[in-house]
């Protein structure tokens, strides 16, 4: 490039769409990196780039929209980016609305995890799409991590943007029936009060990593960010996919994303709270580790954003 670098905006809530959005950016060194997030908690972890901090908002919290909207325009207008990318969520719609609208290219990659449809370049101007399969891995590369031992405790987390009542009254009843068993559940919106569990509503970025990694194994919603995690550190995974029907989610996405991540040899699918109890008994060594994919097209969707930005620099 000549003179100045191209500037880059770069956004996600926090969680899932912060993780995926987090393994594309390896696409972007040339660029000058700002990025954007609904939590400060990640500023540690993209020094010495810039961020700035959004409100959360989605379409249950339609009041928030407005400040997150005025908030994110702001932050587009100070920066004047060339690019705008998002993993998904309000903050990303927006920063895409705006960045588009003040002549920036925007490009939106909406998943990490289903194959054949789910994973697509929308770019301004003539729509791309593109589907990419086995974009797992945090740099592409094939590993086998060892699966974690000597550590009693069960980690359960449901995210942070909607509640899940059945998964952590499913987890608490089995805790009732096993009183030797350590339960930490982290429960976002979730309103039911566990009895038999530890529990908090949110924990720092840094304490949830530690959980994660501590745990003997996870239970969660099919959320890419903790299946992302679960395959770098080959931990125990126990997902129960979000259902539309429940009104859990606003459709049934997770469901997808299950079955695409359910053949791991450290992930188990369960969808009600017998099928829970069944996987919470299998011994450990029945999770065996997993070689996360090859990458090879993860490394074409890295060359696609290298190409994209280059094209129009």
């Known amino acids: 490039m000549k003179g100045a670098r191209k500037r880059i905006l770069l956004v996600a809530s926090h969680g899932g769409h912060w993780v995926q959005m987090r393994r594309l950016a390896a696409a972007f060194a040339e660029l000058e990196v700002h990025y954007v997030c609904t939590s400060s908690d990640v500023a540690a972890e993209v020094a010495p780039a810039p961020l700035s901090v959004v409100p959360d908002a989605n379409l249950k919290q339609k009041a928030a929209l407005i400040p997150l909207a005025i908030k994110t325009l702001w932050v587009v207008?100070?920066?004047?980016?060339?690019?705008?990318?998002?993993?998904?969520?309000?903050?990303?719609?927006?920063?895409?609305?705006?960045?588009?609208?003040?002549?920036?290219?925007?490009?939106?990659?909406?998943?990490?995890?289903?194959?054949?449809?789910?994973?697509?370049?929308?770019?301004?101007?003539?729509?791309?799409?593109?589907?990419?399969?086995?974009?797992?891995?945090?740099?592409?590369?094939?590993?086998?991590?060892?699966?974690?031992?000597?550590?009693?405790?069960?980690?359960?987390?449901?995210?942070?943007?909607?509640?899940?009542?059945?998964?952590?009254?499913?987890?608490?009843?089995?805790?009732?029936?096993?009183?030797?068993?350590?339960?930490?559940?982290?429960?976002?919106?979730?309103?039911?009060?566990?009895?038999?569990?530890?529990?908090?509503?949110?924990?720092p970025q840094a304490e949830w990593e530690r959980l994660f990694q501590q745990a003997e194994r996870v239970v969660s919603h099919a959320g890419m960010g903790t299946i992302l995690k679960s395959l770098d550190y080959g931990k125990p995974l126990l997902m129960m996919p979000r259902l539309a029907v429940y009104r859990e989610h606003r459709n049934d996405h997770q469901v997808a994303t299950a079955k695409q991540f359910g053949h791991f040899g450290n992930i188990r699918v369960v969808n009600d709270e017998q099928a829970l109890g069944e996987a919470l008994a299998e011994p450990l060594h029945r999770f065996a580790a997993t070689d996360t994919p090859e990458g090879k097209a993860f490394s074409t969707l890295l060359n696609e954003l290298k190409q994209f930005v280059q094209n129009h620099s």
Request: charged share 15%; with cysteine.
């Open 77 to 203: 207008l100070r920066t004047r980016p060339h690019f705008v990318l998002s993993t998904g969520a309000a903050p990303g719609f927006f920063a895409l609305l705006f960045g588009k609208l003040l002549g920036a290219k925007t490009i939106w990659v909406d998943s990490l995890a289903n194959a054949e449809t789910a994973i697509r370049l929308r770019r301004q101007g003539p729509t791309v799409c593109r589907s990419l399969v086995n974009t797992v891995g945090a740099s592409g590369r094939a590993r086998r991590p060892p699966l974690s031992r000597g550590c009693t405790m069960i980690f359960v987390t449901v995210g942070t943007q909607l509640p899940f009542e059945r998964l952590v009254q499913a987890v608490d009843n089995w805790a009732a029936r096993h009183p030797g068993e350590d339960v930490f559940i982290q429960l976002g919106q979730t309103t039911y009060a566990p009895t038999h569990c530890r529990s908090v509503a949110y924990t």
